[in-house]
């Protein structure tokens, strides 16, 4: 909100997970207690170009806990005498003002911030190592397929072995029946012939029969 004209923050909404806030040239004054009432977690505020002129008017940022930089350029208050260490007395919380800490150190930038809380994130997720053993897990997955697969083949090969076996066990049975009728049918030749001439020697005998009875 920069630059927009802003006189009071006393409509600003709750913003419970708001980290940084720009208010920077607009004709703020005073109220900043509000900060701390709807924006707790603040780290980052930036008032310059604003309205402010004591310390007493800052003395209700101490309400921030998280607050770490503060910038006040070109406020009236910058021009108070020890205006630095004043602040940092006044608010311990804070390790930079106006974008440099006690010793002068400039504050690193918020892109830098931005990139520190990616990196985080990162580190969040997880190491690379643990996808890569999921990766080998898969692929030893994938192994195991290949070897059932395998073994599916092998059996369906046994088993059309087993058909084949069977099949030629049945052409043995078949030959086997084959012979078996042959022999009977060579049998039944032969009792046919033992009965022919059991007929011939009968037909023999009855004129033989015959005659003697007319003889008596």
């Known amino acids: 909100m920069a630059n927009v004209e802003l006189t009071s923050l006393a409509k600003l909404p709750t913003l419970s997970k708001l980290r940084k806030l720009e208010l920077s040239d607009n004709i703020i004054s005073g109220g900043l207690e509000v900060l701390a009432e709807r924006c707790p977690n603040l780290t980052y505020l930036n008032l310059s170009g604003n309205k402010i002129k004591d310390l007493g008017t800052v003395e209700a940022l101490q309400n921030l806990k998280n607050l770490k930089s503060l910038d006040l350029f070109n406020c009236e208050i910058t021009n108070l ?8 007395e006044l608010l311990q919380q804070i390790t930079y003002l ?6 002068d150190n400039e504050a690193p ?8 809380d990616d990196d985080e994130d990162e580190d969040e997720a997880g190491p690379p190592g643990e996808y890569e053993e999921e990766d080998d897990e898969d692929d030893g997955g994938s192994d195991l397929g290949e070897g059932e697969e395998e073994e599916e083949v092998g059996l369906s090969y046994l088993m059309k072995e087993e058909i084949q076996d069977e099949d030629d066990d049945d052409d043995y049975v078949e030959e086997g029946g084959d012979e078996e009728e ?27 029969d015959e ?5 008596d």
């Open 98 to 103: 106006d974008g440099f800490d006690q010793e």
């Open 81 to 88: 005498e020890d205006y630095r260490d004043s602040i940092f």
């Open 182 to 208: 042959e022999e009977h049918n060579e049998t039944y030749a032969y009792l046919f012939s033992l009965a022919e001439g059991v007929r011939g020697e009968k037909r023999k005998r009855d004129p033989e």
């Open 211 to 215: 005659g003697e009875e007319e003889d």
């Open 109 to 116: 930038d918020s892109e830098d911030d931005d990139e520190d």
